[in-house]
């Protein structure tokens, strides 16, 4: 069972800056995939960014040339550095862990989320 503790939200202006970061413990195992995901007030949860072990990463479009994600796999983390940000980056931002264990098959867990508000 892999935990998941975000940090790192918080409240900032319209072309801002923040880093969200997430640290996963709990398995021995690997976790093969990592990352970001939102949810703002009425809306669906959707990707940000994820990050495999390999190094491959994903972005959502709406997010490309302003969010940068990365990951250490020795210590688990992986984190989100924001620029540029948007009002409509307002959300609860989760981090998100898939672990695929032979016996198991695949798992999925989230953090608990964590609040990004963009606001003058």
């Known amino acids: 069972q892999v935990q998941l503790v975000e940090s790192g939200g918080g409240l900032v202006q319209p072309g ?3 880093r969200l970061s997430c640290a996963a413990s ?4 690997a976790i093969n995939l990592m990352g970001w995901y939102r949810q703002a007030p009425g809306k669906e949860r959707e990707l940000v960014a994820t990050m495999s072990s390999g190094g491959t990463t994903n972005y ?9 994600i990365t990951r250490d796999n ?6 989100l550095q924001m620029s540029g940000l948007r009002p ?3 959300a609860v931002y989760y981090c998100y862990a ?3 264990i032979p016996s198991q098959g695949l798992n999925d867990y989230w953090g ?7 606001s003058s």
Request: no cysteine; net charge positive.
């Open 16 to 18: 801002g800056s923040l």
């Open 112 to 118: 608990q989320g964590t609040q990004v508000a963009v």
């Open 74 to 79: 020795a210590k688990n983390t992986v984190s």
């Open 98 to 100: 898939r672990q695929y």
């Open 26 to 29: 709990g398995s021995n195992f």
């Open 60 to 68: 959502a479009d709406s997010v490309k040339g302003r969010f940068t």
């Open 88 to 90: 409509d980056d307002t």
